[in-house]
């Protein structure tokens, strides 16, 4: 896929192992996420995803699992058609520490992948299996 810089800076994103299904996305700048906060923290690239596909952006596990940093819109997609730099939306849920990302640090990861676009049908009934609603099969 090609991709153009926005910053020199701008890293690559890079696959973490050979069997790894999503490639690491990298900050570009460095920036302080508050308390409760969401920024939007610049990757420094603009990707040139093929037509009938789509870019999933994805929380790291890492970072999930060892800091207060989520991805706010997970899964994020960036659509074919969307030319500009990519931004990742980190949210910070810890109640009083902020957190420093640098430039450099893995923040997110991607996906690419193959868009099955459907087409809608309206009818009068669906038919009724019995679920609906939030849990409705349980916790």
Do not use: W
């Not at 302080?32 to 999933?56: A, C, S, W």
């Not at 500009?84 to 640098?102: P, R």
């Amino acid at each position: 896929m090609k991709i153009q810089k926005t910053l020199d800076n701008a890293k690559i994103p890079t696959y973490g192992s050979e069997g790894a299904a999503c490639f690491d996305i990298y900050s570009a700048v460095d920036v302080e996420v508050y308390p409760n906060e969401t920024k939007l923290i610049r990757t420094g690239l603009i990707f040139d995803i093929p037509d009938g596909h789509e870019m999933q952006i994805r929380p790291r596990s890492g970072l999930s699992a060892k800091t207060e940093l989520r991805i706010a819109n997970s899964p994020g997609t960036i659509d074919s058609d969307y030319k500009k730099e990519v931004y990742i939306a980190i949210y910070n849920c810890a109640k009083h520490d902020k957190y420093k990302i640098k430039a450099g640090d893995r923040i997110a990861q991607g996906l690419v992948q193959k868009v099955n676009k459907t087409t809608f049908e309206l009818v009068e009934n669906i038919t009724d299996t019995g679920r609906g609603g939030f849990g409705s099969t349980g916790v």
